[in-house]
């Protein structure tokens, strides 16, 4: 009895851990660094931002006064958000074979620095950067853009 069990107890964890890491490979970006209080608002959870750390669809990026972190997508793009700044990843998708492309995020205060990856380079009108009063497309490379 015991050996069934420990047996059904390792296949729950063993599924656990496999579900977690098919999950951690969806994320859109990770933090590269972060330097001071910086929160990642998720289905209502705050969490603590950490270098690593896996961001997804709809995850919310907020930097407290003074803080900073920097971001990267998987294509490449880089997305430095400053102090007291809160940013949303509306949409993201690179995908090259299916020629699928979209970055779009919403500003709704603060100030980030953003550089062009792969999506800029390869389908400049799937990206998209929005504050409460403007809207973005980029057609270059690099830019800031503060939202107040």
């Given at each position: 009895m015991h050996t069934k069990l420990r047996k059904m107890v390792l296949l729950a964890a063993t599924w656990g851990l496999a579900s977690a890491?098919?999950?951690?490979?969806?994320?859109?970006?990770?933090?590269?660094?972060?330097?001071?209080?910086?929160?990642?608002v998720r289905?209502?959870?705050?969490l603590n931002a950490a270098p690593g750390?896996?961001?997804?669809?709809?995850?919310?990026?907020?930097?407290?006064a003074g803080a900073s972190a920097g971001l990267v997508f998987r294509?490449?793009?880089?997305?430095?958000v400053g102090s007291s700044?809160?940013?949303?990843?509306?949409?993201?998708?690179?995908?090259?074979?299916d020629?699928?492309?979209?970055?779009?995020?919403?500003?709704?205060k603060g100030t980030a620095i953003?550089?062009?990856?792969?999506?800029?380079?390869?389908?400049?009108?799937?990206?998209m950067v929005e504050t409460p009063k403007a809207a973005v497309g980029v057609r270059g490379t690099?830019?800031?853009?503060q939202a107040e």
């Open positions: 890491a098919a999950a951690q490979e969806d994320h859109v970006a990770i933090f590269k660094n972060v330097a001071g209080g910086v929160k990642v289905s209502n959870a705050d750390m896996g961001l997804f669809k709809s995850d919310r990026v907020v930097s407290d294509d490449g793009t880089t997305l430095t700044t809160d940013v949303a990843i509306r949409d993201y998708a690179f995908e090259p074979k020629s699928r492309y979209a970055f779009a995020v919403y500003m709704a953003y550089s062009s990856g792969k999506i800029g380079k390869l389908a400049p009108a799937a990206v690099r830019f800031i853009i």
